[in-house]
């Protein structure tokens, strides 16, 4: 049974940085991706960075492309997302996701099975 924890999410000024993480538990040696998404009121879920598990690789949104960072710390099975220079528009619920498989560049919700239950990033001026 997956079951991926996020934190660190919260309330900053426009121009500063958080970062989350999650913690990963049952990830099994046949899930190739981890994930962030994120989701505004009234908006699509939107894909912002993802990591594979084999490779190492990442890949991140058009949107938040040099301004956000993904790792993982593969002894404490915790994903992570610095995200820095933050604006309004950045405010959503943060995800993060795992699968079995995925076309990792794309970026695409579908792939992902397992969720967490998100963190809260509110970015006010």
């Known amino acids: 049974q997956v079951q991926l924890v996020e934190s660190g999410g919260g309330s900053v000024q426009v121009g500063g940085s958080l970062r989350l993480s999650c913690v990963a538990s049952?990830?099994?040696?046949?899930?190739?991706?981890m994930a962030w998404f994120r989701q505004a009121p009234g908006k699509e879920r939107e894909g912002v960075a993802g990591?594979?598990?084999?490779?190492?690789?990442?890949y991140y949104g058009d949107s938040v492309k040099g301004r956000v960072t993904t790792s993982r710390d593969n002894a404490r099975h915790v994903l992570y997302l610095q995200l820095n220079s933050l604006k309004p528009e950045d405010t959503a619920m943060y995800y993060c996701?795992?699968?079995?498989?995925?076309?990792?560049?794309?970026?695409?919700?579908?792939?992902?099975?397992?969720w967490g239950q998100g963190t809260q990033v509110t970015v006010s001026s």
């Open positions: 996701a795992a699968a079995k498989f995925c076309r990792l560049a794309l970026l695409l919700s579908d792939d992902y099975k397992d």
């Open positions: 049952g990830i099994t040696l046949d899930y190739a991706c």
């Open positions: 990591f594979g598990l084999r490779t190492g690789n990442t």
